[in-house]
């Protein structure tokens, strides 16, 4: 992987259920985890805006030289969901979402059903695949993807690991989001 070549890593920042948005937020970064920017947009708690959130990032003169999409897993602001297949369609760049841990498929299916009943939401987990993907570190992730082999997709998420298990991009990302939403980011913030 050469060093210029550029990720987008995206999550969202934390929210309460009373709140109405919550923030997507991207961090442009290079394989030799050299940072070119940050990028954010807000989104509906629960809505469905997050995918066309992340197409016009993409378009932003920051972003649009990035060559691939990484995201902390497909859901933001709650149930606002991804769909990676049509995503990737959109913008014409592989994307791959990670997580850490198993998804519980199960227990997306139920509340889905119960407080979104009849939306594309079940379309989309549905149609989403989570692979497990054993990294250098000895930790396993789980991969959903498009336009990215598997191999590739392992090979972008151990060369982003810098210490412990996350994908840099992704960890700058979520450490500003709780930036953002508490004034403090880090292991430990009071009162949460």
């Known amino acids: ?9 995206i999550d969202d920042s934390p929210f309460s259920r009373d709140e109405e948005y919550s923030l997507l937020i991207g961090v442009v970064m290079r394989a030799d985890f050299y940072v070119d920017g940050f990028i954010s947009s807000r989104i509906q708690i629960d809505g469905s805006d997050a995918e066309d959130k992340i197409v016009d ?12 999409i990484m995201t902390s897993g497909i859901t933001f602001g709650g149930f606002n969901m ?8 959109k913008t014409g760049k592989p994307f791959l ?6 998804p519980d498929i199960e227990g997306m299916r139920a509340a889905i059903l119960k407080y979104f009943p009849g939306s594309e939401r079940l379309r989309i987990l549905e149609s989403s695949k ?3 993907v054993k990294l250098k570190n000895g930790s396993t992730c789980y991969v959903n993807r498009s336009k990215i082999t598997i191999q590739d997709a392992r090979s972008i998420i151990n060369k982003t690991i810098r210490e412990g298990h996350i994908p840099e991009p992704l960890r700058m990302a979520h450490l500003i989001g709780r930036l953002i939403k508490y004034g403090y980011s880090g292991k430990f913030i009071p009162d949460t």
């Open 130 to 132: 989570a692979e497990a």
């Open 57 to 68: 990032m993409l378009s932003s003169r920051l972003a649009s030289g990035c060559s691939v």
């Open 82 to 89: 991804i769909d990676s297949q049509r995503l990737s369609d």
């Open 97 to 102: 979402s990670f997580t850490d841990r198993d």
């Open 1 to 9: 992987m050469k060093t210029k070549y550029r990720i987008l890593g």
